[in-house]
């Protein structure tokens, strides 16, 4: 097929971005009941319903109504994206990973409930996720649901985030080449953003080329995440010489703005957000116009 003429519509994003964000974060609430026993699920709701941006679960119902599906197919997958994300950063904050004191504006898991506590919310909130989709999914064919599954579990194993970040460990202190940094940010970054967008496709009953492209469209805007992110890296640390020294000057860690210079790196963004949008010139204008503006928005996101 031709691609479409790629019209925008108006489209009033803050607005979209408010709506969907308190979907999701209604949905997730509901999905951990303070239960005993108390302290686990307290630990789990405290990171889960911290804040945080929601792209991902945001990104997986506008895949999912891209393709022509009902919001309500891709809720428990969008939440269980979240739910893995969250652990994800439970668990990178660790002490024996980045050892870091906040997240989300307010001290990590690990520093209010202690290292135990952490790791458990962690594989809790993994295992949740997982069963949350099995058992709450309802008006999708089963067979799409295995599916979904399947292509999640990928994203976070050993072939998903867990190389990304465990080839990020063993980087450390070493020279890193920028084929190594894209490999550390497809797998730590781009593989969960590809998942949720797939995930909320395949519940949408797109067919097997839409899933096909928005995967394309996906895997520009996560590599794009990641460049975006080593970007203001530099740019809020420079705005806060003086006061102090930025976290991407301090340490030895390889970006993307170190690597291939600031310019360089702003422009190899704005060539990732045109190409993950002309993806979407194969669909209906009207209904790409979240992902478009997505894309926009993490672009051109200042935190
Ligand atoms: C997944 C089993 C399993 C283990 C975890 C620790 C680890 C393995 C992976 C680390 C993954 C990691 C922390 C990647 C960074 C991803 C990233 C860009 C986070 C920031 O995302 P935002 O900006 O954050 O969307 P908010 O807070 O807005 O959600």
Same mark, same amino acid.
């Given at each position: 097929t031709k691609p479409r003429k790629n019209t925008v519509p108006e489209f009033q994003f803050d607005d979209y971005m408010v709506k969907k964000a308190k979907t999701v974060n209604k949905a997730l609430d509901e999905a951990i009941p303070l239960q005993k026993p108390i302290i686990i699920h307290e630990a789990m709701r405290y990171s889960l319903? #911290?804040? &945080?941006?929601? %792209?991902?679960?945001?990104?997986? @119902? +506008?895949?999912?109504?891209?393709?022509?599906?009902?919001? $309500?197919?891709?809720?428990?997958?969008?939440?269980?994206?979240?739910?893995i994300h969250t652990m994800s950063l439970i668990h990178d904050d660790l002490p024996c990973m980045d050892n870091d004191d906040l997240r989300r504006g307010k001290p990590t898991n690990h520093k209010v409930f202690g290292e135990e506590t952490a790791v458990l919310a962690g594989d809790a909130l993994l295992a949740l996720?997982?069963?949350?989709?099995?058992?709450?999914?309802?008006?999708? #064919?089963? &067979?799409?649901? %295995?599916?979904?599954?399947?292509? @999640? +579990?990928t994203a976070v194993g050993s072939e998903g985030l867990v $190389?990304?970040?465990?080839?990020?460990?063993?980087?450390?202190?070493?020279?890193?080449?920028?084929?190594?940094?894209e490999y550390?940010?497809?797998?730590?970054?781009?593989?969960?953003?590809?998942?949720?967008?797939?995930?909320?496709?395949?519940?949408?009953?797109?067919?097997?080329?839409?899933?096909?492209?928005?995967?394309?469209?996906?895997?520009y805007i996560g590599l794009l995440f990641?460049?975006?992110?080593?970007?203001?890296?530099?740019?809020?640390?420079?705005?806060?010489?003086?006061?102090?020294?930025?976290?991407?000057?301090?340490?030895?860690? $390889?970006?993307?703005?170190?690597l291939m210079g600031l310019s360089r790196a702003k422009k190899f963004a704005a060539e990732l957000v045109g190409r993950a949008v002309e993806e979407l010139s194969y669909f209906d204008a009207a209904r790409a116009a979240p992902l478009y503006h997505l894309a926009n928005y993490i672009a051109y996101r200042s935190n």
């Amino acid at each position: 097929t031709k691609p479409r003429k790629n019209t925008v519509p108006e489209f009033q994003f803050d607005d979209y971005m408010v709506k969907k964000a308190k979907t999701v974060n209604k949905a997730l609430d509901e999905a951990i009941p303070l239960q005993k026993p108390i302290i686990i699920h307290e630990a789990m709701r405290y990171s889960l319903l #911290a804040g &945080g941006k929601r %792209v991902r679960p945001v990104l997986c @119902l +506008a895949a999912c109504e891209l393709v022509g599906g009902d919001e $309500a197919l891709a809720i428990p997958m969008a939440c269980a994206v979240e739910m893995i994300h969250t652990m994800s950063l439970i668990h990178d904050d660790l002490p024996c990973m980045d050892n870091d004191d906040l997240r989300r504006g307010k001290p990590t898991n690990h520093k209010v409930f202690g290292e135990e506590t952490a790791v458990l919310a962690g594989d809790a909130l993994l295992a949740l996720a997982f069963k949350h989709v099995a058992a709450r999914t309802s008006n999708v #064919a089963s &067979g799409r649901v %295995v599916k979904a599954i399947a292509e @999640l +579990a990928t994203a976070v194993g050993s072939e998903g985030l867990v $190389a990304g970040q465990i080839v990020d460990i063993y980087s450390e202190g070493k020279d890193v080449t920028l084929k190594d940094l894209e490999y550390i940010h497809v797998h730590k970054t781009s593989v969960l953003l590809e998942a949720a967008v797939v995930c909320g496709a395949v519940m949408g009953g797109g067919n097997v080329i839409d899933v096909e492209r928005v995967r394309k469209y996906a895997r520009y805007i996560g590599l794009l995440f990641q460049v975006v992110d080593d970007i203001l890296d530099v740019t809020k640390s420079s705005e806060e010489l003086g006061k102090t020294a930025g976290k991407d000057l301090a340490t030895d860690k $390889a970006t993307y703005p170190k690597l291939m210079g600031l310019s360089r790196a702003k422009k190899f963004a704005a060539e990732l957000v045109g190409r993950a949008v002309e993806e979407l010139s194969y669909f209906d204008a009207a209904r790409a116009a979240p992902l478009y503006h997505l894309a926009n928005y993490i672009a051109y996101r200042s935190n």
